[in-house]
């Protein structure tokens, strides 16, 4: 197999084109970070986060022609914003639109049809990876049965008021990304006996009574399952879209159906389904195996018609970065998995922001009687 150089990249890339006649997308300096790994070429595509709509269609013709370079079979590119140095660590530009709590624009939840699929490492990886593309990202753990936030940010320690009075809590903030969750407040190790509606006042105090400094998206880790608590939880926080995770063979099983069903009671539109624990590749023999089956959440998705977000693989790195509180996005910039979970973000974002989504206008009947 012919093995793909920086530079067979590069010359490919200086054929094309950059906006407002910049000259080719490597003269601008659009392009930044190109990894290859065997046939898998990733690279960043720069642009500004109000801007990710209008280069969608860029990345995706560069994507195209990358792919077009014999010996590449995966092209991963993720867009990545620049922050322009006025905006430092400010919240982006707010636009008309909210969450209906102060400084929030989108909140998503992550979801799960049942535990232990990886929803918590995909929620904090996918904040961390928004977080990369300059937005700002808050994180509230809504997982109340078992609060994983605080262990898989590194967190520990408990939130200080916000003022004297004590009304609100100050969010904890780790790698660029503010954080709450019940966990902080909760001895680790104490069973918790919650009831339905206990749940919802302890959120909703924990969403409206921190100090948030504003984000553009929050991303909720959502307890696992589709009972009442879940179903409740997503009916009554204002919620822009939800994200499912699912492994292959959860898929098979309707797991994640139950899910995309509860979202669709509600209203919520939900974002797009991402498979994880996809397929493993042995670091021995370089072979990917396909522990759970493989392709079943994609497929899953073609055929509901929600939109597949990516697949993420097993890998040791990523449970060993989540149990030291080193998440991979955040501490490994460069691996695969960071581009599969910025990719992952990149499509969240445009989707959040690219007016697709939103309740359903509700139908209007005429009634000439
Ligand atoms: P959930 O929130 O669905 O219960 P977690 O995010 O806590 O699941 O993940 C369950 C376990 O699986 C954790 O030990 C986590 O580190 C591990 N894990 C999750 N995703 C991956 C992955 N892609 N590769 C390897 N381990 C993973």
């Given amino acids: 197999m ?20 910049r000259g080719n997308v490597v ?29 969608e269609a860029l990345r995706a013709a560069v994507e195209k022609a990358v792919l077009g370079i014999k010996g590449v079979d995966k092209a991963v590119v993720a867009l990545t914003a620049e922050r322009s140095p006025q905006q430092g660590g400010q919240p ?46 808050a994180v509230l753990d ?16 408990k939130p200080e008021p916000s003022d004297a009075a004590g009304k609100k809590m100050k969010p904890m903030t780790r790698y660029g990304v503010e954080v709450m969750s019940i966990g902080f407040l909760v001895p680790e190790d104490t ?10 006042s302890a959120l909703t105090q924990l969403l409206r009574e921190t100090e948030w400094s504003g984000a553009d998206v929050m991303v909720i880790d ?18 822009s879209g939800a994200v499912i995770v699912s492994t292959p063979q959860d898929l098979a099983l309707i797991d994640a159906r139950k899910g995309l069903n509860m979202f669709a009671k509600v209203n919520v539109p939900v974002i797009g389904i991402v498979e994880n624990m996809s397929y493993f590749t042995c670091g021995k023999c370089g072979e990917r195996h396909e522990i759970f089956g493989h392709g079943g959440a994609k497929e899953e998705a073609e055929r509901i018609g929600v939109p597949f977000l990516g697949e993420i693989p097993l890998d040791t790195e990523v ?23 910025r990719d992952v973000a ?24």
């Fill in 222 to 239: 959502m307890p696992p399952g589709t009972g009442d608590v879940q179903l409740t939880l997503a009916q009554q926080t204002p919620l």
């Fill in 92 to 137: 982006q530009p707010q636009g008309q639109r909210g969450s209906g709590i102060a400084g929030i624009r989108h909140l998503i939840a992550v979801a799960s049809g049942k535990g232990g699929v990886g929803k918590s490492t995909t929620a904090v990886n996918l904040a961390l990876a928004l977080t990369s593309l300059g937005l700002k990202v």
């Fill in 27 to 55: 003269s601008a300096g659009l392009v930044s970070g190109i990894a290859i790994q065997g046939g898998t070429v990733m690279f960043a595509l720069t642009a500004s986060p109000q801007h990710v709509k209008t280069m």
């Fill in 191 to 200: 069973p918790m006996i919650w009831r339905g509606p206990m749940v919802m």
């Fill in 142 to 157: 809504a997982d109340v049965y078992g609060p994983s936030i605080p262990k898989l940010f590194g967190l520990n320690g």
């Fill in 346 to 369: 990149r499509q969240v974002w445009a989707r959040l922001e690219g007016g697709k989504l939103g309740r359903p206008a509700p139908r209007i009947v005429v009634d000439d009687q």
């Fill in 319 to 341: 449970r060993r970065r989540s149990d030291s509180g080193e998440p991979i996005v955040a501490t490994l910039p460069d691996a695969l998995h960071t581009a599969l979970y």
């Fill in 2 to 21: 012919a093995t793909v150089t920086q530079d067979d990249v590069l010359s490919v890339l200086k054929r094309i084109a950059a906006p407002d006649g």
